[in-house]
Antibody, heavy 120, light 110 residues
Framework: EVQLVQSGAEVKKPGESLKISCEGS????????IGWVRQMPGKGLDWMGF????????RYNPSFQGQVTFSVDKSISTAYLQWSSLKASDTAMYYC?????????????WGQGTLVTVSS | QSVLTQPPSASGTPGQRVTISCSGS????????VFWYQHFPGTAPKLLIY???QRPSGVPDRFSGSRSVTSSSLAISGLRSEDEADYFC???????????FGGGTKLTVL
């Protein structure tokens, strides 16, 4: 069974750093792009970008380029989303999702989400 | 403002048929397959419909998808209380080389 399990909720102060995780299981982790998606409070979903776990090749939505960093640890089938200096506007739910390879590019499996709250 | 437009809410009584729309433009929905997801808050969203009208194995045939040129619809027939969830649509955007989503529709079973 394919599963993406994300790390737990975080409460941080502006200016702090943060790294959240997404662990894949039930499939060959290095063979599928992992996407990151943001959902701000009361808003829709925003695609942030993709990372290829095989070689850490990352593709960022221009709206998020320079604001976040994707990384991966293949040895533990885990992808990461990282901020070096959080802002209050980073408060949101963050989802990872696997990009399908069954003839289409949309997500086929999702993580349960990680709530990030940034407040002084 | 989401790229794809969905009604923020929908409702129906048990046994009814409800539809949820997802509209876009010639640059996204018109040329792409639409995907639908069911999301219970606090859990992982689940793929419900892919390529406009295909159901993954395990998805009941009460759920169906259809489309016109610049919009897509998710229909749920024989509505059940356990269908109360958020539903959102997604398409691949070639210019972005990424995903664009609808704003989501909260379905209430009265």
């Amino acid at each position: 069974e394919v599963q993406l399990v994300q790390s737990g909720a975080e409460v941080k102060k502006p200016g702090e750093s943060l790294k959240i995780s997404c662990e894949g299981s039930g499939y060959t982790f290095t063979n599928y792009w992992i996407g990151w998606v943001r959902q701000m409070p009361g808003k829709g979903l925003d695609w942030m970008g993709f990372i290829w776990p095989g070689d850490s090749d990352s593709r960022y939505n221009p709206s998020f380029q320079g604001q976040v960093t994707f990384s991966v640890d293949k040895s533990i089938s885990t992808a990461y989303l990282q901020w070096s200096s959080l802002k209050a506007s980073d408060t949101a739910m963050y989802y990872c999702a696997r990009r399908s390879r069954d003839g289409y590019n949309e997500p086929d499996f999702w993580g349960q989400g990680t709530l990030v709250t940034v407040s002084s | 403002q989401s790229v794809l437009t969905q009604p923020p809410s929908a409702s129906g009584t048990p046994g009814q048929r409800v539809t949820i729309s997802c509209s876009g433009s010639s640059s996204n929905i018109a040329s792409k397959y639409v995907f639908w997801y069911q999301h219970f808050p606090g859990t992982a969203p689940k793929l419900l419909i892919y390529r406009d009208d295909q159901r993954p194995s395990g998805v009941p045939d009460r759920f169906s998808g259809s489309r016109s040129v610049t919009s897509s619809s998710l229909a749920i027939s024989g509505l059940r209380s356990e269908d109360e969830a958020d539903y959102f649509c997604a398409v691949w955007d070639d210019s972005l080389s990424g995903w664009v989503f609808g704003g989501g529709t909260k379905l209430t079973v009265l």
